[in-house]
């Protein structure tokens, strides 16, 4: 089984403040975490995913995120946001083993305020 | 480059007609996924397509949903008797591989209102 967690419907933050998307998981096995981004009227374009390996994976946009495997949490961050950033923000897990479906999480609304 | 194309982008019918939504996948990959988004939802699985296999139909709602693939290319996503509740964006997304460490790479949607 397996299961994503985002905790907030919304985030707002000052452009040039840091931010943080929260995502926590729950499988049994090993997960195969990834966080796509959606733009309005756009499809869901991928920013990074974390396999196996360094905890902290680098992406797209300058964005990154850190697989917490004792938190269960892969949280997305960003040291300074941009205007641009403001979009929907989704999270999603396979398991190594499992289906070959991704489950998904059901998005936060990333608003960047000027 | 070519990416995931959808057609229509939107889509209007009334309630009890049947509507037909297309994806294009991109070239050479070989799995192939049906999402629903719903307002203020996350993506909902409807199907999965990998190679010649027989598609994973677990996601879809009921039998007036149904989707085909030709080979690896083309897939349509038919909904017969639409209903007021199937109003959604459809996503279609692609894979190299189908394989659970794979990036999908998504289309932009079909946005499908039923009166």
């Known amino acids: 089984a397996q299961s994503v967690a985002q905790p907030e419907d919304q985030v707002n933050v000052a452009e040039g403040n840091p931010l943080t998307v929260k995502c926590t998981y729950s499988v049994s096995g090993n997960p195969y975490l990834f966080w796509y981004v959606q733009y309005p009227n756009r499809g869901l374009q991928f920013l990074l995913k974390y396999i196996t390996g360094d905890n902290l994976v680098k992406g797209s946009y300058g964005f990154e995120a850190e697989f917490n495997k004792s938190q269960t949490s892969f949280h997305l961050k960003k040291p300074s946001a941009l205007v641009s950033d403001s979009a929907l923000y989704f999270c999603a897990v396979t398991i190594s083993g499992g289906s070959y479906i991704p489950t998904f999480g059901r998005g936060t609304s990333l608003i960047v305020h000027p | 480059g070519a990416g995931v194309s959808q057609s229509p982008s939107n889509k209007v019918t009334e309630k009890g007609k049947d509507v037909e939504l297309r994806c294009d996948p991109i070239s050479g990959h070989t799995a192939l996924y049906w999402y629903r988004q719903r307002l203020g939802q996350g993506l909902e699985f409807l199907i999965y397509?990998?190679?010649?296999?027989?598609?994973?139909k677990s996601g879809l709602p009921s039998d007036r949903f149904s989707a085909e693939r030709t080979g690896e290319s083309v897939s349509t996503l038919t909904i017969q008797r639409t209903q007021q509740e199937d109003s959604a964006v459809y996503l279609c997304?692609?894979?190299?591989?189908?394989?659970?460490?794979?990036?999908?790479?998504f289309g932009p949607g079909t946005r499908l209102l039923v009166l």
């Open positions: 397509f990998q190679g010649n296999s027989a598609p994973d």
């Open positions: 997304a692609s894979s190299l591989l189908g394989g659970r460490e794979e990036t999908q790479y």
